[in-house]
């Protein structure tokens, strides 16, 4: 087990509404990543948190949001939900100046 | 944009039949390719990072191998427990992101 956890493990929302997934970083991983996976495929990259800022974003439009926070937790906002979003999200955690990441266990999202 | 395309999409393997998984890859200067495991609705499951070409990693049954264009994992005599998919990942010089395949799916059957 990396020691990322993630909450909630499951969620149901209906198309429209607005949803907040949390996770929890190991000790001394002050970066973190959200990752979306669709069913049969590889996860993809959403954007990057570093020293509580985002620097670095894949392609998703910008109703997905995120924070971080100075015990290095963080936060994925999702507004407007589709039903394209049904997906597994995970977080990754990495030490800075490191290569690895180590992710948790995802929160299965489901869009109805 | 890097890429990363793994093959076979699934492989079965009978107990103690060895096997490879592919991952060829296109990016911007490597700055490292990255192995994982995933177990159904679990998060991936860190395995290996290579980053140069001729580098070789082992845990237990398996083995990673990298060249400048593509990558192997070797599992040698697999058990039912080696059950898993097999990520790809890659992180580019320019990027901070990882890159992955779609995966392998492998079966082992006792």
């Known amino acids: 087990e990396t020691g990322v956890t993630q909450s909630p493990t499951h969620l149901i929302k209906t198309r429209g509404q607005q949803v907040t997934l949390r996770c929890s970083s190991q000790?001394?991983?002050?970066?973190v990543s959200w990752y979306q996976q669709a069913l049969g495929q590889g996860p993809q990259f959403i954007f990057q948190?570093?020293?509580?800022?985002?620097?670095g974003r894949g392609n998703f439009p910008p109703r997905f949001s995120g924070l971080q926070f100075p015990n290095y937790s963080s936060e994925l906002n999702v507004n407007a939900l589709e039903l394209d979003d049904s997906a597994l999200y995970l977080c990754?955690?990495?030490?800075?100046?490191?290569?690895?990441?180590?992710f948790g266990p995802g929160t299965r999202l489901t869009v109805t | 944009e890097d890429q990363v395309t793994q093959s076979p999409e699934a492989l079965r393997l009978q107990e103690g039949e060895s096997s490879s998984l592919n991952c060829s890859y296109t990016?911007?200067?490597?700055?490292?390719l990255f192995w994982y495991r995933q177990d159904p609705g679990k998060g991936p499951e860190f395995l290996f990072t290579?980053?140069?070409a001729g580098e070789e990693k082992e845990k237990e049954r398996l083995k990673a191998t990298l060249t400048k264009k593509e990558s192997f994992l070797h599992i040698t005599a697999p058990k039912p427990e080696d059950s898993a998919t097999y990520l790809c990942?890659?992180?580019?010089?320019?990027?901070?992101?990882?890159?992955f395949g779609a995966g392998t799916t492998v079966t082992v059957r006792a």
């Open positions: 990754a955690t990495k030490l800075a100046g490191g290569y690895e990441q180590y």
């Open positions: 000790s001394g991983h002050n970066t």
């Open positions: 290579l980053y140069s």
């Open positions: 990016v911007s200067g490597l700055r490292g």
């Open positions: 948190y570093y020293r509580e800022e985002e620097n």
């Open positions: 990942a890659v992180r580019g010089r320019l990027d901070y992101k990882l890159s």
